[in-house]
């Protein structure tokens, strides 16, 4: 993505900004409630997504915390200084250098799908460790449906053919493809959710950075540690999630010493871009469990 070219009718575009924290150079969103002294949030994407997917939710938490959201590496605005850097571990250790850089140490990591992961794994790296997790739908397993065997098998076919990128852009950014494999989530989104994603399925580099990091994806050493993450964690599940089934969530919550899972039946994969609102409040009243229960600015 180009910010001269993109950037102004970004959603929430006011909020951003750029760091150069090698090896790379971050799109990073800022929000909170003016002279606030309140916990701070760290918000993480899915694979193939970016600070957009909080576009709606970002603001509704910005009234109780300082939140965070960057685009991954070699996603949306993120350029990746290296591309062998795109894995689970050396991504999380390197969003653990940028909070370093940021002077920012995130009371809470809220994570989407590969981004539930990612935070679970960055829970265990930074220097003072998070006082909760929450995992979206978060993908603990196999992706399934278009989602399951698009990202691995577009993933394994990259690194034998360098255009590929260029060609699913091409060929699966029409508004109908991007319309299909979002219900293949079992999510609706609106018509501006749909050009959004629209937008970053054209973009020939996100899609390029979205399946190197596919590519390197290895969640089996994760999985193995999950009983021996201790920090507080909720796994909130869309009920129709095609994509990451909620089972996968009610398994890992079972094996972990203090996870609970609440599942949501209406909603899928992207449930949060469907009910912000809503999903707000359900991490709103999880972290006021944890003694995060912010004052707004008002109070």
């Known amino acids: 993505m180009d910010w001269e070219r993109d950037g102004a009718h970004w959603p929430n575009h006011a909020a951003s900004r750029f760091v150069a924290c090698r090896p790379h150079r971050w799109h990073l969103q800022e929000m909170a409630p003016p002279g606030a002294d309140v916990p701070t949030l760290l918000l993480l994407h899915g694979a193939g997504g970016a600070t957009h997917s909080w576009r709606d939710l970002m603001p509704e938490l910005a009234r109780d915390y300082r939140v965070l959201a960057v685009d991954l590496p070699g996603q949306g605005f993120s350029r990746a200084g290296s591309r062998l850097r795109l894995g689970i571990d050396a991504m999380a250790e ?4 940028l909070m370093a850089h940021e002077h920012r140490a995130p009371d809470a990591l809220i994570g989407h799908s590969a981004g539930g992961a990612l935070a679970l794994r960055l829970a265990e790296l930074l220097p003072g460790p998070p006082r909760a997790v929450v995992g979206l739908n978060a993908a603990l397993g196999k992706f399934r449906g278009m989602a399951g065997w698009l990202f691995p098998l577009m993933a394994k076919v990259l690194a034998l053919n ?39 399925l054209a973009d020939r580099a996100h899609v390029d950075g979205t399946l190197a990091m596919m590519a390197q994806w290895d969640l089996d050493p994760l999985i193995a540690s999950l009983p021996r993450i201790a920090v507080p964690t909720l796994f909130l599940t869309g009920g129709r999630d095609s994509a990451v089934p909620p089972a996968t969530s009610e398994r890992a919550a079972a094996r972990m010493p203090a996870a609970i899972w609440t599942n949501d039946p209406p909603h899928g994969h992207l449930m949060h871009e469907e009910v ?16 995060m229960g912010a004052p707004t600015a008002a109070t």
């Open 276 to 291: 912000p609102a809503q999903t707000a409040a359900a991490i709103r009243a999880f972290l006021a469990d944890q003694g």
């Open 94 to 97: 390197d969003l653990a250098a």
């Open 162 to 200: 360098p255009f590929t990128a260029t060609l699913f852009s091409r060929t699966a950014s029409s508004e109908a493809s991007v319309r299909a494999l979002i219900q293949s989530t079992g999510s609706r989104l609106d018509a501006r959710g749909v050009s959004l994603y629209r937008s970053l």
